[in-house]
């Protein structure tokens, strides 16, 4: 049963912006996704799949990968149950299928040992 759903994906010109959003679904795990660190990894063909951006449950912590700090903003909006990653001065080297990812523990989900995934959305951004 699909409880994160990514969306906000595309095609975008180097330099260009998009902003991703992770809706978390079901009444029970709504509750947990409140509660709960979430945070955004990306895999790009051939390679395996990388930290981007993290947020804890309240939005007070917040951490990013180097190759995205001073670019991407993630943010969090509990009343509409979902975790945006606003990503700005894009890069051929972004693009990837990135997936929305939610855990109890902000080191675990830094690690990327989490208890819930997303299916994930694409971005392109092309030169």
């Known amino acids: 049963q699909v409880q994160l759903v990514e969306s906000g994906g595309g095609l975008v010109q180097a330099g260009g912006s998009l902003r991703l959003s992770c809706a978390a679904s079901?009444?029970?795990?709504?509750?947990?996704?409140?509660?709960?660190?979430v945070g955004w990894f990306r895999q790009a063909p051939g390679k395996d799949r990388e930290f981007v951006s993290a947020?804890?449950?309240?939005?007070?912590?917040?951490s990013y990968a180097d190759s995205v700090k001073g670019r991407f903003i993630i943010s969090r909006d509990n009343a509409k149950n979902t975790v945006s990653l606003q990503m700005n001065s894009l890069k051929p080297e972004d693009t990837a299928v990135y997936y929305c990812?939610?855990?109890?523990?902000?080191?675990?989900?830094?690690?990327?040992?989490?208890?819930?995934w997303g299916q994930g959305t694409q971005v392109t951004v092309s030169s």
């Open positions: 947020i804890n449950w309240n939005g007070a912590r917040q």
């Open positions: 990812a939610a855990d109890s523990m902000f080191s675990q989900l830094v690690a990327g040992r989490v208890d819930y």
């Open positions: 079901g009444r029970t795990f709504i509750r947990t996704f409140i509660g709960s660190n």
